[in-house]
């Protein structure tokens, strides 16, 4: 056995639509990203999404949206991964990490409401591992203090929470496709708001400061407007280099459809392993899964003797993680970091085991099995 901590599952309709792509010829910004982008929305049910090649990138953009002054600090869980907070280091504001709840190990709202001072300016909660955090109590309170809220919704991708989609309660809400998330474009990300004001220079951040679609000007060729000045268009924003391309968004596009399979498939998976694993003395599920009613990225639990069982998986040809190292013990963030003494502690017990989409119900039990087995 060897099996895989994630994997993509990718097949014949992600290959079809990139030999429309090249059939067409056009395979960087174009007609597909401005599809995937209207089914995107559609599917989250916001106003607009933008496509960007990382979350990384939309959470960079998300933030500058806002035109921060400098230096002001931003609220940040330090159980996440890096983009979280690099994102704001980008923007040359500052990261105020923030303490685990105990039970969800999401950002804990009353370390955050302990840490938050008069110069802090926005807030990013991330859904840890897929579960929501209580944004019913965290959008208020932040609406209160003047703060923005930019959700991290790398692990999840379609769950509903309380009447709305997660990404959509904030002000902005970021996605990621990258190869291990719940569904990939190869790298991709995606950026939603319903406010449309607020993402008025995104096109142009996106793509080195241009808001302009140079697919619907190559159309433009060939219809009546055959005297428009195709070639002009302004600078008015510092942008990046950070668009998605025709051939990732061929991708997005078919695993958007198989996406609500995909996440059924991990959560029949999630309730295998949490009924295989009830129980088992020092072992218990990382959070308080609900797989009925959220989906989930990453399935893990805690483990009183981690490393002793990680390294019994491996001898078994079963791949583990850690997720995450709390980035408040990080070198390039122990300047910035503030007490999170429960997640840094507790991170000693979590491990992440194999969770995607093409996992057989033989592998999960020999999974289980050995987890049963160690002794
Ligand atoms: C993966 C991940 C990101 C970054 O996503 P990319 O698309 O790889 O840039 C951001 N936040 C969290 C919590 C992640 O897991």
Known sequence: MNIRLFKPSVGQEELDNIKAAFERSWIGLGPNVNEFEEEWAKFVGSEIAIG???????????????????????????????????????????????????????IDLDDMKAKYDEDCVAVIPVHYAGHPVPMEVLVPWAKEKGLRVIEDCAHTAGAMYKG?????????????????????????????TNDPELFKDVKAMRWVGIDKDNWKTAQSYTDEKRDAMHWFYEINVLGYKYNMNDLAAAIGLAQLKKLPAMNARRSEIIQKYMDGLQGVEGVMPLLPFEPSNYCYQMFGIRADRRDELMIHLKSKGIATGCHYTPLSMQPLF?????????????????????????????????????IRAFK
């Open 52 to 106: 960007v090649n990382s979350a990384t990138a939309a959470l960079h953009l998300a933030i500058a949206c806002f035109n921060f002054p400098k230096g002001k600090k931003v609220l940040v869980p330090s159980q996440t991964f890096a983009a979280t907070a690099t994102a704001v280091l980008y923007n040359d504001l500052v990261p105020v990490f923030v303490d685990s709840d105990p039970v969800t190990l999401g």
């Open 164 to 192: 709305k989609i997660l990404g959509t309660w904030g002000d902005i809400g970021c996605y990621s496709f990258e190869e291990k998330k719940l569904m990939t474009t190869g790298d991709g990300g995606m950026m939603v």
């Open 334 to 370: 122990t300047p910035y970091a503030k007490d999170c003494g429960f997640i840094e502690a507790e991170s000693e017990r979590l491990m992440t085991l194999p969770l995607h989409a093409d996992l057989t119900d033989e592998e999960v039990e020999y999974v289980i099995e050995n």
